[in-house]
């Protein structure tokens, strides 16, 4: 208490009434009756920065701060005042409170405990809106003011750096961050916590913790994301993978009453959380960036009551015992009755080292008439020598000035539809580049030049360069079930009318029926999206399988 408050966060005056809604005498009623009533005294602390369980608290009478601590001082984030109520994201996901709740004078407070506010959320729609919108908006403050319990110091020139602020924002965790090339502060800080430029990205979670160039598990760890997840636990379903379909199963089946546990090897949005703008979801006219469909899915969830363990990668399915086990690389064995395979598949990507930090601004693994428009008259690159690659070419020359094809191997006659072959040889603006591959990108926010190199006669090219297309294909995450499940040839899983009966003899399939929609070759275990076999390789499709999976689950759940 004897630290002095400083002036409080600036907010726009018209997202403060959201943010900070003051609710109805029979609202705050209605929440009464989930909870209970206590008396507070001046300047009790209700819960400090990193308290877990955080509680939920409404003000009935008196006014209660909520404060960020900052070095030995606080900064005032609001003052509640009757009718209003703490709290953000985190009591949703069961995580650590980022913020101090101290009470400012006597008065009496409604306490709710995390299960409780969920019932509430999850029955009363008149206070879910008011609520979730209050939350999500204080989060989106929080990570817009950096207010968090960590502090990240890097250098926007190493790659590690980067890699840590995508999974914080990725995870929607606010952070302050301190740019060694740009802060002169940096050296003070350095020394205080006897670490040197050569161990960045440095990152010092609540105050005290050193960690010298984390692994994303090590982060998770630290921050906690996963502590309030009781892996002990037999659950109705596991969904492995929080991209858009296995988002979609833990949604779908959380919201119709099972337990449901989501296993991320890395952060949610899965492929999709790294597009810039998706313009072919249903009903976003104008798109969405795949970070906030991603993101408002990943609330929708925990909303529900799924739990996500986050840098927590599924390694191996036991198969010969229900409930099934599935072990995960940070150590859990987690038990369930029915698993849904989300997993996904990544997009081979070439070895360049800062290819990521052009992905969506000159580098694209679409080519739609979106990207065609941002082509126009320019020239281009496309790589790859498959089916989709040609499909990418001779569209894209349609737009572009130019349009080069990087291929690998001595042409296209191998890999490619020969209607397709004969298009691009007819279209004079294609270029094919055999014995090709791509060995640099330059560019400050927007790739602005690219090389690439004849394997065979070492010539080097370097052009003036806006966009290029990666059209390599895509490798199914499925290198953990090999000799699990059956796969097809490319290792994408098979599922339903796809199993034949000799896939089935190989693996003892013991039931008289067969295999249900998406149901791959072990009963109760679900394939859906980009990771199975057949598979349209788009969010929409991800999603509406994903969904519709958890109709087959709750089928083979009752058997
Ligand atoms: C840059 C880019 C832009 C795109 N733009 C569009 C677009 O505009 N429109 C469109 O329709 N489609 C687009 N796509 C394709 C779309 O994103 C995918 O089809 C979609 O994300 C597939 O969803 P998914 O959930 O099946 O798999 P993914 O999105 O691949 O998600 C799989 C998740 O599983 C996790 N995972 C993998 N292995 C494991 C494991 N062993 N244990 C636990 N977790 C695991 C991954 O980390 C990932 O989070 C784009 C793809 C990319 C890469």
Not at 450 to 478: C, L, Y
């Amino acid at each position: 208490m004897n630290e002095t408050l400083t002036s409080p966060v600036p907010t726009a005056t018209a997202r403060v009434a959201q943010m900070f809604p003051t609710l109805t005498s029979t609202q705050v009623e209605r929440i009464a009756s989930h909870g209970r009533r206590r008396a507070t005294v001046h300047g009790e602390l209700l819960y400090d920065i990193g308290t877990l369980p955080v509680p939920f608290v409404v003000v009935a009478r008196g006014q209660v701060d909520l404060i960020h601590p900052e070095d030995g001082t606080e900064r005032l984030i609001h003052t509640l005042k009757p009718g209003q109520f703490s709290g953000e994201l985190n009591l949703l996901s069961g995580r650590r409170a980022l913020a101090r709740a101290r009470a400012r004078e006597r008065g009496e407070v409604i306490i709710l405990e995390r299960e409780e506010l969920l019932r509430l959320v999850q029955t009363d729609f008149d206070l879910s809106e008011i609520l979730m919108r209050a939350f999500i908006l204080r989060r989106v403050a929080l990570m817009e003011e950096g207010l968090g319990d960590v502090v990240l110091i890097g250098s926007k020139f190493c790659s590690g750096t980067l890699r840590v602020r995508e999974f914080l924002s990725r995870n929607a965790h606010p952070y302050a961050y301190i740019d060694l090339e740009q802060d002169n502060e940096v050296q003070h800080l350095l020394d205080r916590f006897q670490v040197s430029i050569d161990d960045i990205p440095v990152l010092i979670c609540r105050g005290d913790l050193v960690l010298r160039n984390p692994g994303n598990a090590e982060i998770a760890d630290c921050l906690g994301l996963n502590e309030s997840v009781d892996s002990t636990q037999v659950r109705d379903l596991l969904v492995i993978g929080a991209g858009p379909s296995g988002l979609a199963a833990a949604v779908f089946a959380a919201s119709e009453g099972l337990d449901v546990l989501v296993m991320e090897a890395s952060v949610p949005g899965g492929q999709a959380g790294a597009s810039s703008k998706i313009e072919n979801f249903f009903g976003f006219p104008t798109g969405i960036t795949g970070q906030a469909l991603t993101g408002r899915a990943f609330v929708q969830a925990q909303k529900f009551g799924a739990q996500v363990l986050i840098a927590s990668g599924a390694q191996k399915l036991t198969r010969n015992r229900r409930p099934y086990a599935i072990e995960s690389s940070t150590g859990q064995n987690v038990q369930a009755r029915a698993v849904v395979i989300a997993s996904g598949a990544a997009y081979r990507k070439p070895p360049i080292e800062n290819l990521s930090h052009f992905e969506g601004a000159g580098v694209y693994y679409a080519a739609t008439f979106m990207e065609s428009q941002l082509c126009r008259d320019e020239e281009v690159i496309v790589i790859g020598g498959g089916n989709s690659a040609g499909q990418a070419a001779v569209f894209l020359a349609q737009a572009a000035k130019r349009v080069y094809m990087l291929v690998r191997g001595d042409g296209l006659a191998d890999t490619m539809s020969r209607y397709l072959i004969l298009r691009i040889e007819q279209d004079p603006k294609i270029e094919l580049h055999a014995h090709s591959e791509l060995t640099a990108l330059e560019g400050s926010n927007h790739l602005e030049r690219a090389q690439w190199r004849n394997k065979q006669t070492e010539e080097v090219r370097s052009r003036e360069i806006r966009h290029v297309f990666v059209m390599a294909g895509a490798d199914p995450s499925t290198d953990w079930l090999k000799g699990c499940l059956a796969l097809d040839a490319k290792g994408f899983i098979k599922t339903g009318s796809a199993l034949s009966d000799e896939d089935l003899r190989d693996a003892s399939w013991p039931l008289a029926r067969r295999p249900l929609l998406l149901e791959t070759s072990l009963p109760g275990v679900f394939a859906v999206g980009d990771v199975r076999a057949g598979n349209v390789k788009r969010v929409a499709s991800a999603v509406g399988e994903g969904s519709i999976s958890i109709a087959f689950v709750h089928q083979v759940l009752s058997e």
